[in-house]
């Protein structure tokens, strides 16, 4: 079984829906991500987690929420959901010191590829 | 100036040629460094992490030069399954420990 999934593993919706992507993950990190990734720009942090407690705001945050229901789970939501938004989004896991990482190595999902029509 | 730079390439090679990557970062007090590798539309995976002497893992080699503030990535005797984009990461210690990715390169083999 994957370490860490993502559900749905594709999704398309309307402008204006309200849509949550899923992410759990079984190697008892305390650090989960949330990016984005489209075509020539790279990977961007929407939303980061140390801690079940602690949420922060990546780099570009406008748009989405985030919440942290547990260590193993941590969910995105897109409150109205715009065309812009369409971008393949990927959950990561990280902990400062693991046994058989290096520190503070990210592992990812597999990604949820979202379009907006 | 970018916090982590990267050539976009694409660097198309011929099998069994050698070719080398760097990354330049901007920040000084970035703790840890490492190279990943991303398949077409899947997920970034850890291709091996750089230490301050280097690091050798088979055909691929990762430096570390602090005083430039750059690392590279050598990959002798490429195959066809090295064909990729592989991204440059870089942790700065700081309270947020933040990660910073570069856009990556991307790497087409010839047969």
């Known amino acids: 079984d994957a370490d860490v999934t993502q559900t749905p593993r594709n999704r398309i919706t309307k402008t204006g829906k309200r849509i949550m992507l899923e992410c759990s993950q079984t190697?008892?990190?305390?650090?989960m991500y949330w990016y984005r990734q489209d075509p020539g720009l790279g990977l961007r942090l929407i939303y980061y987690?140390?801690?079940?407690?602690?949420?922060n705001k990546g780099e570009i945050s406008d748009g989405y929420s985030v919440s942290r229901q547990a260590q193993a789970k941590f969910s995105l939501s897109l409150e109205s959901a715009i065309p812009n938004q369409t971008a393949l989004y990927f959950c990561?896991?990280?902990?400062?010191?693991?046994?058989?990482?290096?520190?503070?190595?990210?592992?990812f999902g597999p990604g949820t590829r979202l379009t907006v029509l | 100036r970018k916090e982590v730079e990267q050539d976009p390439g694409p660097f198309n090679v011929p099998e069994g040629a050698t070719v080398a990557f760097n990354c330049t970062y901007s920040?000084?007090?970035?703790?840890?460094f490492f190279w990943y590798r991303q398949d077409c539309r899947k997920e970034p995976k850890l291709l091996m992490s750089v230490y301050s002497s280097g690091n050798e893992d088979g055909r691929f080699t990762a430096q570390l030069n602090r005083a430039s503030q750059y690392i590279s990535l050598l990959i002798r005797d490429s195959k066809l399954s090295d064909s990729a984009t592989y991204l440059c990461v870089v942790n700065v210690a700081n309270r947020d420990d933040k990660i910073i990715f570069g856009k990556g390169t991307r790497l087409h083999i010839l047969p």
């Open positions: 190697k008892g990190h305390d650090r």
């Open positions: 987690s140390f801690d079940v407690k602690d949420i």
């Open positions: 990561a896991t990280s902990a400062r010191y693991s046994r058989g990482s290096s520190y503070n190595e990210q592992f």
């Open positions: 920040n000084s007090a970035s703790q840890s």
